[in-house]
């Protein structure tokens, strides 16, 4: 698919202009100093929605009474500011009649106040029990009253071609319902932050699924949606939106045998390592060299998170030093520029993700850092993303 981008995590940017606009991107990749939401999560305006034949056919392979039967199953994910105001939205669905349940650990990663809103009207306290993140799946309780309904995981693997059912909260909607059919299976995201091996399908879904079950037509959970691709040319799964892009829709697999799941249900907590940047942007262009960033390209960013690896290491985000004088000038600025990992040269930011995401927490890694025309040798030791969010 050309010209797509996936919907997860967070975003960067890539910087690779001519000069006459090198202003504008620099300019731009300043505000990446904001928090980074997780796109599914962030709750989104009434989309439209058009069927399609994929659709069609999917919903006719599902039958009417798994819907029926399994929405009381799924909830509404409602994350809540320190003044109680809605600050996100996602899907989670139970698994046992207690109350534990699935939903992608982005929907919950940071949160302080979770609460489920259920079919029946409840608003029900949700605690984190374990998580993945590399993964994107999160084992929640939530504190209810009496005995839930609750999807049973598949006793065996989907296959290609398998008709599901989505159930999920985007678009402003209330747990409707979604269908698709699987494309692909075991697919590789090609980015550090999503997971691997995920399974493809056609469904159309939006900010607000996030977390949601994938049923199939027995009435079985066989996965956790977690993201989407979205792109303006046609390709395999792909299906249009009511805007003409092509959606894709990836979810992690789940099942009765899954070891990960019954890890998390344990209490394990699985942390991606993280150094502590944000708003990473790829410096490519020698365009920028009269900026003063220094002569090589790597990797640029504009924010350092306080007590993380890369804040203890010294690792000196970009400043503006002087604004440009005239439309063809540039501004000056300071600040490192990443240009390898333990020796391994990054290419952009999603291999500097790439090589940081190969390790584990713990490990100690040098950075090659670029300080102008200087260039320095940063060792720091990785933490857990969960950790590195806290000391914020």
Do not use: C, W
């Not at 029926?68 to 994910?77: G, L």
């Not at 690792?315 to 600025?333: F, G, H, M, V």
Request: hydrophobic share 40%; proline share 6%; charged share 20%.
């Amino acid at each position: 698919m050309s010209q797509s981008s996936f919907t997860a995590l967070g975003h960067h940017r890539e910087v690779k202009q001519t000069r006459s606009r090198v202003l504008t991107a620099l300019a731009s990749a300043l505000l990446l100093t904001a928090p980074l939401a997780a796109a599914q999560s962030a709750p989104a305006a009434p989309a439209n929605r058009t069927s399609s034949t994929q659709a069609q056919n999917a919903a006719a392979r599902v039958p009417a009474e798994v819907y029926q039967k399994n929405r009381a199953a799924a909830f509404r994910i409602e994350q809540r500011d320190d003044n109680g105001e809605l600050d996100g939205i996602g899907t989670g669905y139970f698994i046992n009649k207690d109350g534990l349940a699935l939903t992608a650990y982005h929907v919950v990663f940071g949160a302080k106040n979770l609460r489920a809103r259920t079919l029946s009207g409840e608003v029900l306290p949700v605690k984190v029990v374990g998580y993945d993140d590399g993964n994107d799946i999160a084992v929640v309780q939530v504190e209810v009253k009496k005995d839930v309904p609750f999807l049973p995981l598949a006793a065996e693997a989907p296959k290609t071609g398998d008709a599901a059912l989505a159930i999920g909260n985007g678009g402003g909607r209330f747990l409707r319902a979604e269908y698709g059919n699987l494309q692909r299976l075991s697919v590789e995201a090609g980015r550090a932050d999503f997971p691997s091996g995920t399974f493809e399908l056609d469904a159309q879904l939006v900010p607000g699924d996030s977390g949601g079950p994938i049923i199939n037509a027995k009435g079985e959970a066989i996965g956790v949606v977690s993201y989407i691709q979205v792109g303006s040319a046609s390709g395999q799964g792909a299906r249009s939106s009511a805007r003409g892009m092509q959606i894709i829709s990836y979810a992690v697999p789940v099942s009765r045998e899954s070891t990960l799941v019954a890890a998390l249900t344990k209490g394990e907590k699985r942390d991606a390592p993280v150094i502590g940047i944000r708003g990473g942007t790829d410096l490519r262009d020698e365009a920028f060299v009269p900026t003063g960033l220094g002569p090589k390209p790597g990797v640029v960013f504009f924010e350092v998170t306080p007590g993380s690896p890369a804040a203890k290491a010294g690792l000196r985000p970009i400043e503006t030093l002087q604004q440009p004088r005239s439309p063809n000038d540039y501004p000056k600025l300071r600040g490192d520029v990443i240009l390898a990992v333990d020796g391994k040269s990054v290419r952009d930011f999603t291999d500097l993700l790439t090589q940081v995401r190969a390790r584990k927490v713990g490990d100690t890694v040098t950075l090659t850092v670029q300080r102008g025309e200087e260039t320095v040798q940063l060792k720091m030791t990785l933490e857990g993303r969960a950790q590195v969010q806290m000391n914020r």
